[in-house]
């Protein structure tokens, strides 16, 4: 039997040549669809600036230090937040955490005056009574199985109390101190906050910590089969949520030369939403930090830019109310494409 040929003598190749491989790009944009939302905020106030005010909004100096400064405080939020969804847990309560923090971050700069080292007496103390909560609840959850939803909100009203007893006889506590002036002052805020995202991020995504948080939020059992000590990792994963609520609450007050007990009341739907925007699972097991940065920055485009055409506050409420639901139906879409 003779072997296909050429016109030019060679042999013909007689197989079938692989088939050109298609883009799925419904399951391109499911995975990327926090970015493309962003971008297209960005280019749909940038488009309303040019029109409207002949001005530019993405470039602008002043605009993109307000965003920053806006997604800075719930990002501290979210950080911690993002380890305790990926574990398939919630943390209610880092919103008043971040208030008592802010109150014991005033009142323990007071206590050293205007002395240069207030400032270092003042961050590790307000960060130590801070964990506190957090280590409650990690046990309440890890240990005594209560569910996160009602554990952590029990502490909200602990920590929401005592940030108003901490505070005295106001809800605010003010305080002149050269060193917390300096840490609220322009970018500095901003570039904590990266640093400790920097951070972070190496730790989920490179670390033994961050597989071990994976794999409790992923299958608690198989995790501790596996030899991790599954309850000892949850309550540091509270800790951790709590040490970084604390963070926030001193550059809250760094940024306003007061602490207020209320403080991160109107963030902890913030925290929250960056998380699951960014492409976390409440059932745990999935998300990363740079989700959660895309989705607080989603956050605070759109509360800025409301502000910015002249749409009543009270419209940033509903919005962010619909960008979660619309993430955790994209959420859903997703684990039926697989992605």
Request: glycine share 12%; with cysteine.
């Amino acid at each position: 039997m003779q072997k296909a040929t050429s016109l030019s003598g060679r042999p013909r190749a007689t197989g079938t040549s692989p088939a050109p491989r298609t883009i799925d790009y419904k399951a391109l944009v499911g995975r990327f669809w926090p970015w493309l939302f962003l971008a297209v905020l960005c280019l749909f106030f940038e488009i309303w600036s040019q029109v409207i005010q002949q001005r530019s909004f993405v470039f602008n100096t002043y605009n993109l230090q307000s965003i920053a400064l806006a997604a800075s405080a719930p990002m501290l939020l979210a950080i911690g937040q993002t380890f305790v969804i990926i574990t398939a847990g919630i943390d209610l309560s880092v919103g008043f955490v971040m208030g008592l923090a802010a109150v014991c971050a005033a009142q323990f700069t007071l206590l050293g005056g205007s002395s240069p080292w207030a400032l270092g007496l003042s961050v590790p103390l307000t960060i130590a009574v801070s964990v506190i909560p957090g280590a409650i609840n990690g046990t309440l959850v890890a240990r005594y199985r209560v569910p996160a939803f009602i554990g952590t909100l029990g502490m909200y009203g602990i920590a929401r109390g005592a940030g108003f007893l901490a505070a005295g006889s106001g809800m605010t506590v003010s305080v002149d101190n050269a060193g917390l002036q300096w840490l609220g002052s322009g970018w500095n805020p901003v570039i904590v906050t990266v640093i400790l995202l920097a951070v972070m991020h190496f730790i989920l995504s490179r670390t033994r910590f961050g597989q071990y948080t994976y794999a409790v939020g992923g299958n608690e059992q198989s995790a501790a089969r596996a030899g991790i000590n599954v309850r000892r990792h949850k309550i540091v994963i509270y800790m951790l949520a709590a040490a970084f609520a604390a963070v926030g609450g001193i550059v809250y007050t760094a940024r306003f030369s007061a602490g207020s007990a209320t403080a991160g009341e109107p963030m902890l739907l913030n925290s929250i939403a960056a998380v699951v925007i960014g492409g976390a699972s409440l059932f745990g097991g999935t998300g990363n930090l740079i989700g959660t940065l895309i989705g607080a920055l989603i956050i605070a485009v759109i509360e800025f830019g409301l502000v910015f055409i002249n749409v009543d506050a009270f419209w940033q409420f509903i919005a962010v109310g619909v960008v979660i639901i619309v993430s955790v139906l994209i959420d859903q879409y997703k684990e039926r494409l697989g992605v």
